[in-house]
């Protein structure tokens, strides 16, 4: 159980475009989901916080017109990195949590931007 | 806030060899907490959690952690070293209110390099 996917696990894009990125929680209703950027030999660095049907939380130096996350039902949350710049080139990860706390991450997905 | 530091940024054993991830907390209230696989290219897996019941916590993989508050610590152990265990493991903090109910966010150490020799 506690399975959480990510599409795609892979993309480039040109710079300028935009790039949506999915998490699911696949066998249980996830109330929080969770959005990490990973840097190369770095630990994680958590993004935002979504509840369902809520606005995301952002943490201090995320700008939320870049990073647009959209938590519409309890099993999806979307991350979507709008006017992508090769700075933006990263590991992002999902992870999700219910009613236990624990948290549960997704596969993450490898961004290029060129 | 609080802070997870986890000393060493690589490990290396011998397969068969004891293995002794170290995790030191800082939190006000006894915080949760919990350790995390991550293997190249890969998302996290939990290995195990401690959440205020039993000190010592086992986990998957032959894994357990004792959490010692006096200490504010949270070392993750195995007996014996598999060449599988092989990766990076994140050591991680949930606060907690004065009543105990989580915050929920995680804060992550900067994470040990596991490498097994032969």
């Known amino acids: 159980g506690a399975v959480v996917s990510q599409h795609p696990s892979r993309v480039i894009c040109k710079s300028g475009t935009s790039v949506k990125i999915e998490c699911r929680s696949l066998?249980?209703?996830?109330?929080?989901m969770f959005w990490y950027r990973q840097f190369p030999k770095k630990s994680l660095m958590l993004m935002a916080t979504s509840n369902e049907g809520s606005k995301a939380t952002y943490e201090q130096g995320v700008e939320k017109d870049k990073f647009l996350i959209n938590h519409a039902s309890l099993t999806l949350s979307t991350l979507t990195v709008t006017s992508a710049h090769p700075e933006d080139s990263s590991f992002y990860i999902c992870?999700?949590?219910?009613?236990?706390?624990?948290?549960?991450f997704g596969p993450g997905t490898r961004l290029l931007v060129l | 806030a609080q802070s997870v530091t986890q000393l060493g940024s690589h490990v290396s054993v011998s397969e068969g060899a004891l293995v002794l991830l170290r995790c030191n907390y800082s939190?006000?209230?006894?915080?949760?907490l919990f350790w995390y696989v991550q293997y190249p290219n890969q998302g996290l897996q939990l290995l195990l959690k401690?959440?205020?019941?039993?000190?010592l916590v086992k986990g998957i993989n032959g894994f357990e952690a004792e959490f010692k508050k006096s200490e504010t610590s949270f070392h993750l152990t195995k007996p014996s070293a598999h060449m599988s265990d092989a990766a990076e493991y994140f050591c991680?903090?949930?606060?907690?209110?004065?009543?105990?109910?989580?915050?929920?966010?995680?804060?992550f150490g900067q994470g040990t390099i596991l490498t097994v020799h032969p």
């Open positions: 939190s006000s209230v006894p915080p949760y």
């Open positions: 401690y959440t205020s019941a039993a000190t």
């Open positions: 066998d249980f209703q996830a109330t929080t």
């Open positions: 992870s999700a949590s219910g009613v236990l706390e624990t948290q549960y």
């Open positions: 991680a903090v949930s606060d907690l209110d004065a009543g105990g109910t989580s915050y929920g966010k995680l804060t």
